[in-house]
């Protein structure tokens, strides 16, 4: 019979994706079929489907630590902020509209319903379902309408672990606290408790545990150390991109844009022991020592070039340019090398048009449709795999010098003298021969292979589970 459990967490960014990750490596190397399963993600960070559609970046890696192509059941409701205060609302990978938050709270009672088929749907095909809640059921003013926690988990009759973080502090009064201040009825859902990010000797932590235990009735399920290997994984955060420190290297520094979207493009380039990886934060110059700049995808391509014209990159782009550099711009950082960007249909906010950078001779329009594929692409002589999700069309002259081509036919663009490039393609450096190739132009060596290397990273975190934790009766309380 095909079961179900959700790990929850007493707040976010306490580690739930991650644990979400290993359970589901450690339970298919159990022999299970398990799949990933988050009701309600906030992510500009995607990942295109098996079915077409689009998920949170961290579904996709928990679908990968399952063995299992994505798919949109896994994530059917997907919030894309587009502003501070709106967000675009995708349901079973599908736009369903953009809605202020006011707007969404009124909307989410309507949206439990495709929660719930495509969790069964899931739970039909596999043995088991390990669940991700979202933020903390401890935000109680959130509880009315609920989908994406006790809300879920009540409607599903689905038993829930929840998570501590030691790391930030306070982990006693995090999970006593949530037993407190929650509905007793959604408390008694949860059958026990993890405290995760532990740095040094967890037994120093003993007491404290058993504290936990007699505070809240609840069994602890063991005390996982921090897991150093983490950073090798794909962040679905911006602020979790992990650049270690190098002295030399090829500079490659990203603008990091205020909606930066799908910046896991990165994620091989930082792990190249040959690359100095900059993720460049809002009022800091672009160093001088730049080899090449990255202007990444965007979730608001007119906000984003506002944005970056209010640090003055527009002016340290033109400076890179004349000291030799090169410029790389990916979806929305491609639209954005243009002359123009027209949203004449206001898709991405208030209809209008804005001046590009001018540093490639293309103009892009907004359209309603939105490219959502996986594709192979040629670049020289290399096959290169990589995925297209934007709205925007975009031609001109530039185009006649292609980054690439699909199907023989021409994709992105190149400045006459080659040192400024535009490409609508995502997951490019996770392609070993194209990154190799890349660094190559860039007189750099690829020392790496990121997709085995992923691999082996979710191995090493599901035997790091599986040391630290009760993993036998985690899975066993699934019902």
Not at 12 to 34: D, P, Q, T, W
Not at 279 to 284: F, I, K, S
Not at 437 to 449: K, M, P
Request: hydrophobic fraction near 40%.
């Amino acid at each position: 019979m095909s079961r179900a459990i959700m790990i929850q967490g007493t707040g976010s960014n306490v580690g739930k994706s991650m644990l979400v990750a290993g359970l589901c490596r450690a339970a298919r190397e159990r022999g299970l079929s398990v799949a990933p399963f988050k009701p309600q993600n906030m992510s500009n960070n995607a990942a295109v489907t098996v079915d077409g559609g689009e998920i949170g970046r961290a579904q996709a890696l928990q679908a990968l630590a399952a063995g299992l192509e994505p798919h949109t059941d896994m994530n059917p409701v997907l919030l894309k902020p587009e502003s501070d205060v709106g967000s675009q609302v995708i349901v079973q990978g599908k736009r369903l509209t953009t809605a202020r938050a006011r707007e969404y709270y009124a909307l989410k009672p309507q949206l439990m319903g495709a929660v719930l088929e495509s969790f069964h749907r899931l739970k039909a095909a596999h043995d088991l379902v390990i669940v991700e809640g979202a933020g903390s059921p401890a935000e109680i003013n959130l509880r009315p309408g609920d989908i994406a926690n006790m809300g879920f988990a009540r409607a599903a009759d689905v038993p829930v672990i929840l998570c501590g973080d030691i790391d930030r502090g306070g982990v006693i009064a995090q999970i006593k606290g949530t037993q407190a201040v929650i509905d007793p009825e959604d408390a008694a859902l949860i059958a026990g408790f993890i405290i995760n990010k532990f740095r040094g000797d967890p037994t120093l932590f003993d007491d404290g545990y058993k504290m936990i235990e007699q505070l809240t009735g609840w069994r602890g399920f063991g005390t996982a150390p921090w897991f150093a290997e983490a950073w090798k994984l794909p962040a679905e955060d911006a602020l979790d991109i992990a650049t270690p420190k190098r002295a030399t290297g090829l500079h490659v520094v990203c603008l990091r844009l205020s909606r930066i979207a799908n910046f896991d493009d990165l994620d091989p380039l930082a792990q190249e022991p040959g690359v100095r990886l900059t993720m460049l934060p809002a009022g800091e110059a672009i160093p001088g020592d730049a080899d090449v700049v990255i202007i990444p995808g965007s979730k608001s391509t007119r906000g984003d070039l506002s944005f970056l014209r209010a640090q003055g990159w527009d002016v340290d782009l033109q400076a890179h340019l004349r000291r030799g550099g090169q410029v790389l711009g990916i979806c929305g950082g491609y639209q954005m090398l243009g002359q123009t960007v027209a949203d004449p249909e206001g898709i991405e906010g208030p209809p209008g048009t804005d001046a590009g950078l001018g540093l490639l001779d293309v103009t892009t329009t907004m359209t309603p449709d939105k490219a959502l594929t996986n594709v192979t692409a040629t670049y020289g002589n290399h096959q290169i795999r990589g995925y297209e999700i934007h709205i925007g069309q975009t031609d001109g002259p530039d185009r006649a010098r292609p980054f690439a081509h699909i199907a023989d036919q021409p994709e992105g663009a190149r400045s006459p003298d080659g040192r400024v490039t535009g490409s609508y393609l995502h997951g490019l450096f996770r392609d070993d021969a194209f990154r190799a190739a890349w660094l190559a132009q860039h007189n750099t060596q690829s020392t790496t292979t990121y997709d085995a290397d992923v691999q082996t990273t979710l191995d090493a975190l599901a035997t790091h589970l599986e040391n630290c934790l009760d993993v036998t009766d985690l899975l066993n309380t699934a019902r």
